[in-house]
C-alpha cells in the first residue's frame, strides 16, 4: 500500500487544519487507517484510527474532542480534522494502514504500511 499524505502547514494556535492522506495500491477497505505525530526530540505517538467501514474510531486523550478522523472508501482517503489547535501539536503527522482487527490496537500495535509524513506546525 501506497500512502501520501497531505495538507500539514503552519496555523496559528486556535485554528483548524485538515490532513488527508490517499491510499492506492491495494484495497482499501482491507485495513484499518490511522494517524501518529511526532514531535521534535519526541518519539511518534498515537493520535488515532479509524476502522474499516468508518464506524468505530478511536483517538488518544490528547486529541479528543479536536481532532475528528473520518475516511471515504470511495475515495481511498483517510482524512485528520484538526480543531482547537495547540503549539504542542506541532509535529510531523503519518498516516498508517494496518491489518489489524480494531483501530485501537493501533495504540500499542505497528501499522503495516506509512506514508511519508507531512509538517504541522501551530505557532502561538
Known amino acids: 500500500v501506497q500512502l501520501q499524505a497531505s495538507g500539514g502547514g503552519m496555523v496559528q494556535a486556535g485554528g483548524s487544519l485538515r490532513l488527508s492522506c490517499t491510499a492506492s495500491?491495494?484495497?482499501?477497505?482491507?485495513?484499518?487507517m490511522g494517524w501518529f505525530r511526532q514531535a521534535p526530540g519526541k518519539e511518534r505517538e498515537f493520535v488515532g484510527g479509524?476502522?474499516?467501514?468508518?464506524?468505530?474510531?478511536y483517538y488518544a486523550d490528547s486529541v479528543k474532542g479536536r481532532f475528528t478522523i473520518s475516511r471515504d472508501n470511495t475515495k481511498d482517503t483517510v482524512y485528520l480534522q484538526m480543531k482547537s489547535l495547540k503549539p504542542e501539536d506541532t509535529a510531523v503527522y503519518y498516516c498508517?494502514?494496518?491489518?489489524?482487527?480494531?483501530?485501537?490496537?493501533?495504540?500499542?500495535?505497528?501499522?503495516?504500511?506509512w506514508g511519508q509524513g507531512t509538517l504541522v506546525t501551530v505557532s502561538s
Open positions: 498508517a494502514a494496518s491489518e489489524l482487527t480494531y483501530p485501537s490496537e493501533l495504540r500499542t500495535g505497528r501499522p503495516d504500511y
Open positions: 495500491g491495494h484495497i482499501f477497505t482491507n485495513y484499518i
Open positions: 479509524i476502522s474499516r467501514s468508518g464506524a468505530t474510531i
